[in-house]
């Protein structure tokens, strides 16, 4: 099963909401990923999770919080977020981060809206 | 020089025609490499990953050329459902995990 399940699929929200996004995964990696995408260009790295640990945050706004509960989850809390925050974001997943980098597979995304 | 980059595209071709993308990369050190393919408001597949000097699958073939740093993606036989952007993807080994995408080149299939 190579799936990476994301929710919700859409999402609305004013600049003073707080939401959550959610990923997960059940192929058994060891390492998650949060990515943004804005239309027309290839997706930008957010933060990357090796064994359930922050190991690369891409110098992102403190309005973006990544949380990995565990092995198989991964979420992204948003507070605070501006218009230009809106995009869609993309959860992948990979093996781990061993010496031969990995494939990742992405899940279907969260296209965010901010108003 | 990106780290990466790709032909801009946008190819526009008939159906039944071969298409071939080019990507280049910087990092000499680089020993793995995908192509992804991503549809209109989709998340990117990966279609071929590339280890050594090649891949074919089927009407899809990737060959590597580490001399002159930069990969191909060969499609024979496009099919309208071939319609979708390709992203060349290095992985950066100085920065462990972190993907390198290229632009993207947007490939068209007509009947």
């Known amino acids: 099963d190579t799936e990476v399940t994301q929710t919700p699929k859409h999402l609305v929200m004013g600049m003073t909401n707080k939401k959550s996004l959610k990923c997960e995964q059940h192929?058994?990696?060891?390492?998650m990923y949060w990515y943004k995408q804005k239309a027309k260009k290839p997706p930008e790295l957010m933060f990357v999770?090796?064994?359930?640990?922050?190991?690369i945050n891409e110098s992102v706004p403190s309005r973006f919080s990544p949380e990995c509960p565990n092995s198989s989850l991964l979420n992204l809390h948003l507070h605070a977020l501006q218009p230009e925050d809106s995009a869609l974001y993309l959860c992948?997943?990979?093996?781990?981060?061993?010496?031969?980098?990995?494939?990742?597979?992405f899940g279907p995304g969260t296209r965010l809206t901010v108003l | 020089r990106k780290e990466v980059e790709q032909d801009p595209g946008p190819f526009n071709v008939p159906e039944g025609a071969t298409v071939a993308f080019n990507c280049t990369y910087s990092?000499?050190?680089?020993?793995?490499f995908f192509w992804y393919r991503q549809d209109c408001r989709k998340e990117p597949k990966l279609l071929m990953s590339?280890?050594?000097s090649g891949n074919e699958d089927g009407r899809f073939t990737a060959q590597l050329n580490r001399a002159s740093q930069y990969i191909s993606l060969l499609i024979r036989d496009s099919k309208l459902s071939d319609s979708a952007t390709y992203l060349c993807?290095?992985?950066?080994?100085?920065?462990?995990?972190?993907?390198?995408f290229g632009q993207g080149t947007e490939l068209s299939v007509k009947p």
């Open positions: 992948a997943s990979s093996q781990d981060l061993g010496v031969r980098i990995c494939e990742q597979f």
């Open positions: 999770y090796s064994y359930e640990k922050l190991s």
């Open positions: 192929m058994g990696h060891r390492a």
């Open positions: 590339v280890y050594s």
């Open positions: 990092n000499s050190a680089s020993q793995s």
């Open positions: 993807v290095v992985p950066n080994y100085n920065q462990g995990g972190k993907l390198i």
